[in-house]
């Protein structure tokens, strides 16, 4: 069983708050536009393990050290981890057939600001996009997501306003 921490569109903003969150999880998830890479630096002293991917605003040392898309098997559950993805009907061109072809279970994305979680029951898959945890952009809310993954399954999904 792992406890996975999620966030995304950071844009170079740090909040004390992430790690009061994430204090328990076993791995940390950044969706992109994750900004200056000394965020990533500070959520590696969270969480064991971070994962990362670069975003559209993202560039320099953030593009050398992640890259545009990630898939893992954690905890016998597929994930695809990417900044720009779409959404169950609307995916960006291509990618539904990789959620395919490599069975993802768990598809987590940013890039919109917009919290959603959402199944895609043709798939069989989850649609997470944790919102936006930084402070630049349009977004209503702070977001970020916390879920349990254990023996393929997916549960325990949580969501964690901040203030904006």
């Known amino acids: 069983m792992k406890r996975i921490g999620i966030l995304s569109d950071t844009h170079s903003c740090w909040d004390d708050r992430y790690a009061k969150h ?7 998830w950044h969706a992109g536009d994750i900004g200056d890479i000394s965020l990533l630096e500070r959520l ?6 971070v994962r990362a991917v670069r ?5 320099g040392d953030v593009t050398r050290a992640c890259p545009e898309m990630l898939i893992f098997t954690v905890e016998g559950v597929n994930v695809l981890l990417t ?6 009907g609307r ?25 959603k979680v ?7 898959l989850l649609h997470v996009n944790p919102g936006a945890a ?4 349009w977004q209503r809310f702070r977001t970020l997501v916390k879920l349990t993954l254990d023996s ?5 999904l949580e969501v964690i306003h901040l203030s904006k």
């Open 44 to 49: 590696k002293g969270i969480g064991p393990e």
């Open 134 to 137: 930084g402070q630049q952009g």
């Open 22 to 28: 994430f204090a328990d999880c076993d791995e940390i």
């Open 83 to 88: 900044h720009i993805g779409g959404y169950p």
């Open 55 to 59: 975003g559209n605003v993202d560039h």
């Open 91 to 115: 995916y960006t061109p291509g990618l539904k057939h990789v959620l395919s072809d490599e069975r993802i279970k768990l598809m987590v994305c940013g890039h919109s600001h917009i919290l």
């Open 152 to 156: 393929g399954n997916i549960s325990d």
């Open 118 to 124: 959402m199944p895609d029951p043709a798939l069989d």
